[in-house]
Every structure is written in structure tokens, then in C-alpha cells.
């Protein structure tokens, strides 16, 4: 049995997906139809950049979601049963393209609309985003409450291992936020560099559109749970799949208790990263120390375990 993770943003590079295009007729086919479904061409963003345009948020989301589609298309069917799917953020949509419930071409759009809504929602209230090392989830609300206490927002937004926390809002309140996770012990507080504080408040103007945009989309019950962001509960019909992928818009990725939630749904599975890069799966190493894990996402790591 095997859990599918699949990373968000902030693991796209330019140059990303181009070796399984030329090497795997699906990976081929999965690139041309996003780019036809979105009506511009993402593979080549992806794979000649420049890197400024790849970073941009309505254009990183859907590139990450494609690379990851197109590991699924080429090596999902020799994955052994899918006991469940979890996906950081943006991730979330591919789960659920591995579930079943979304199309590649029909996600892809659902995360460029959602890309370029919370860029504008970025845009209408500009927030930031922090990385804190070293330092207990716990003391990371207390300082985040403190910090927001003095005005503007600040808010855990994704727990990503016990010890490790992004927090976002208002600048000038993560930046107080930041001081006193230092102040708590945090070992390291490191800016990002994003558009806007997603996974927050700030992020409420976009929770219209996304909501329009999932309505008018031919969403599917999945064919195994995907567990969701937002409650790091699984998710098994639809409506409340499309509900919860909005409310993921404003709240934390609760990604401890996510892999927590698979581990319990699919004992003994293999964690399977799809896409680029192995985050998910160092950060699976914190959280569930005792799980098996692989990444998925070069040509060459996509040969060894077919031919394995």
C-alpha cells in the first residue's frame, strides 16, 4: 500500500519536468494538454524560465501540479494500491488528481485561477511570510498571538514538522511574531520570498473566486481518501472536498497531523513523493519516523523504481 504526497510551492526550478518529457511519451502528452487547457505555454516557462516568470504564483502552482501529474502518468499505475493522497497547499489539487476526482487539465486550471486570485488578494493587502527553525509549535502561536496583540495579523500558517513553522500576515506583525520566536529559542527565522501571506486572513478576497471557480468544475468523489490541509482529516465525497479546498485558503496546513492521518489510514504503506524535489519526504522522516518513503521525480528516479 502507498500514500501519494505531493509538494506545493516553492519546489519549482526552471528546467523542472524537461527530462521526463523527453524521456516518457506520457509525461509528453500530460505537458501538451495543460498547456493547451490553460491556452499558454507552461512546459516552456518551466523548462527555459526565465526564473522570474516561473516564480510567479499563477504560473509556480500549475508547473508544480504538472510535473507532479506527469510522474503519475507515467509511473501511478505501477504504484501499489493507494491506501491514501496528501498534498502541501497547492498539493492538495494533485492529490486529488491522483484520487480521481480532478482531471490534470481541469486542476491545472483550477491553480492558475487560484494562483492569480491570491496574488491579487496579495496585491490588495500586501502580507509576508517567515520560516521558523528550531522552535515548538506551541511557542510559535504563543508568539504569533503576542505579536498580533499589537495590531496587524500574524498566524501559524503551515506546521510542517514539530519543530519547523511558516507564519504569515502583515509584515510589520510577522516581523514582531519573528523577534519572539527568537526571543522563545527559535534557531533560525528566515523571510520568504512570496507574494502575499497565504494561509491567512489576508488571503479572505480570493475565498470568492476560488469558490466560483471550484463550483463550475467537474469534481469527482476520490477513489481513496485525500486528506485535507485544512482539517488533516480524509476527505472521501466531493462537496466537501471543493469546501474544504477553499477554507484551505485562510487556514494553516496542518501538515504534521496530515502525515499523522495517513500513516493511520494506510498502516505500513510507503510514502510516495510525486514531483519535484523530496521535501515532503524529509519532512515525512520528522513526523512518522518509522514510515518508508520515495521520491518521484526525475527521469532517473522514475526508471530505477519501474524497473525495480
Known sequence: MTVVMCP??????VGMGKDLADRFAAARDTFAAIDEALGVSLSRIMWEGPDEELTRTHNAQPAILAHSAAVLAVAGEALEVPGASAGHSLGEYTAHVAARSLSVTEAARLVRRRGELMHQAGTTRPGTMAAVLGLETA???????????????????????????????????????????????????VPLRVSGAFHSPLMQPAVDGLREALAGAAFR?????????ATAQPVRKAPEAMRLLVEQLTA?????????????????????????????????????????????????????????
Open 221 to 229: 468523489d476520490p477513489r481513496f481518501p485525500v486528506v485535507a490541509n
Open 139 to 189: 511557542a510559535v502561536e504563543a508568539a504569533c498571538r503576542e505579536a498580533s496583540a499589537s495590531g496587524g495579523v500574524a498566524v501559524p500558517a503551515n506546521l510542517n514538522a514539530p519543530e519547523q513553522t511558516v507564519i504569515s500576515g502583515d509584515p510589520e506583525a510577522v516581523a514582531r511574531a519573528g523577534e519572539g520566536c527568537k526571543a522563545r529559542g527559535a534557531k533560525r527565522v
Open 252 to 308: 494553516p496546513v496542518r501538515w504534521v497531523e496530515c502525515m499523522r492521518a495517513a500513516a493511520a489510514l494506510a498502516p505500513g504503506a510507503t510514502f510516495v513523493e510525486v514531483g519535484p524535489g523530496n521535501v515532503l519526504a524529509a519532512l515525512l522522516k520528522r513526523i512518522v519516523p518509522e514510515a518508508e518513503s520515495l521520491a518521484l521525480g526525475t527521469a532517473d528516479e522514475i526508471e530505477r523504481f519501474l524497473s525495480a
Open 8 to 13: 506545493g510551492q516553492g519546489a519549482q526550478k
